[in-house]
């Protein structure tokens, strides 16, 4: 099974700001890598997929990089909608399909 | 606008087994081309993916629930079920639904089920 792990597990930040979100794998896991935002009381959003790739329905402040075993979501100015918690998710080598354990994104 | 919807009980007794349904709508399951995946998330605790069926009824399951999980799906109905044996304590969680991509990301999710287990 492979291990995703995400840091750091909160980050505190003020509207405007840039946020850097990491998620490591455990192994190489391509480019099959997405990311999720998910807010109090709702189900996950999907933001990234194929490690880069923005639904046409998500801002473009949001990017993601990466391949292999390192990854990193950010935020480039964030609004108030965006503080919340972020999940990636690796699907190279399943099942399982694995998740991090998540950063929330404070202010 | 694909939904899903998940159903079914709130409330299941300890050693009972869990029976859940997700409707479809916006997108025929018979149509291919998807998985159709169940997920859940224990209280304030991060994502689990549990598994997923074809429009053939192929399925896939997480080694750790092989034993106890069963995922089939009704295209007449437009609706894939989820069925957990033996619940516990540790089972209690908030049940989603979710149609994911070949290779399986998940592009659209249900709002989600709690399921509470207690006698």
């Known amino acids: 099974e492979i291990v995703m792990t995400q840091s750091p597990a909160t980050l505190s930040l003020s509207p405007g700001e840039r946020a850097t979100l990491s998620c490591r794998a455990s192994?190489?896991?391509?480019?099959?890598l997405a990311w999720y935002q998910q807010k109090p009381g709702q189900s996950p959003k999907l933001l990234v997929y194929?490690?880069?790739t923005r639904p046409t329905d998500v801002p473009a402040r949001f990017s993601g990089s990466g391949s292999g075993t390192e990854f990193t979501l950010t935020i480039s100015s964030l609004q108030s909608e965006d503080f919340a918690v972020y999940y990636c998710?690796?699907?190279?080598?399943?099942?399982?399909?694995?998740f991090g354990g998540g950063t929330t994104v404070e202010i | 606008q694909v939904q899903l919807q998940e159903s079914g009980p709130g409330l299941v007794k300890p050693s009972q087994a869990l029976s859940l349904t997700c409707n479809v709508s916006?997108?025929?399951?018979?149509?291919?081309?998807?998985?159709w995946t169940w997920i859940r998330q224990r209280p304030g605790k991060g994502l689990e993916w549990m598994g997923h069926?074809?429009?053939?009824?192929?399925?896939s399951y997480n080694p750790s629930l092989k034993s106890r999980i069963s995922i089939s799906v009704d295209t007449s109905e437009n609706h894939f079920s989820l069925r957990l044996t033996s619940m516990t304590a540790a089972d209690a969680a908030v049940y989603y639904c979710g149609r994911a991509a070949i290779p399986p990301f998940l592009d659209y999710w249900g709002q989600g089920i709690l399921v509470t287990v207690s006698s």
């Open positions: 069926v074809y429009n053939t009824g192929s399925t």
């Open positions: 998710q690796q699907y190279h080598d399943w099942p399982p399909l694995t």
């Open positions: 192994q190489s896991v391509g480019n099959f």
């Open positions: 916006g997108d025929s399951i018979s149509h291919g081309g998807y998985y």
């Open positions: 194929g490690a880069s």
